[in-house]
């Protein structure tokens, strides 16, 4: 069994400018707006916690060679 391996955050953004320029539309229907919608929302929830890991991952060694983690 192989796992599937994550969208990377760049997809991510393009998808959601993608789905932001449709919602953008006039003609596009309150269905498919919906939809899109949630898409949106799911991406977000995922550019998030993909930001949040990398986060979480960036840190830096001080002099007693204590993890700390970055501030900004």
Do not use: F, W
């Not at 919608?37 to 204590?66: C, P």
Request: hydrophobic share 45%; glycine share 2%.
């Amino acid at each position: 069994m192989s796992k599937a391996k994550s969208p990377t955050l760049k997809t991510q953004m393009d998808e959601l400018a993608a789905v932001i320029e449709k919602l953008e539309d006039p003609e596009v229907s309150l269905e498919d707006s919906l939809v899109l919608y949630e898409r949106g929302m799911a991406l977000v929830g995922a550019a998030t916690k993909a930001l949040e890991a990398a986060e979480q991952r960036v840190a830096v060694i001080n002099d007693q060679d204590e993890v700390q983690a970055l501030d900004s």
